[in-house]
């Protein structure tokens, strides 16, 4: 499937850009999962899977808090920059959980 972009900004440009900020605010995300393509209904969506730490639950980061404050900035963000016909579904994984698909892209810190 060929990426979409809304204005200039394509997911993997969003992800990438709140990949950094989470990471200066210590909230434990070490890397994304996503995918785009259409949900039940075929409507268009984007599936966005945050992988935490292992041992997230032990430092804090699966706390709801938390996880809630990284699902709306990222939810937010995506309406910013143009995304509003487009649900994002945020979803939280452990990094030694295996992927929900062999098909989604990862966006990681070089």
């Given at each position: ?105 990862r966006i990681e810190r070089p």
């Open positions: 499937m060929a990426t979409t972009t809304v204005g200039k900004e394509t997911p993997r440009a969003l992800l990438a850009e709140l990949l950094e900020r989470f990471r200066e605010e210590k909230r434990g995300v070490r890397w994304f999962e996503f995918r785009r393509g259409e949900d039940w209904a075929g409507d268009p969506a984007i599936w966005v899977w945050v992988v935490l730490p292992k041992d997230a639950e032990k430092k804090g980061f699966w706390d709801w808090e938390n996880r809630e404050a990284i699902r709306r900035r990222i939810y937010d963000r995506f309406r910013e920059a143009g995304f509003e016909d487009t649900f994002v579904y945020v979803r939280f994984r452990l990094e030694n959980e295996e992927p929900a698909s062999p098909r989604l892209e």
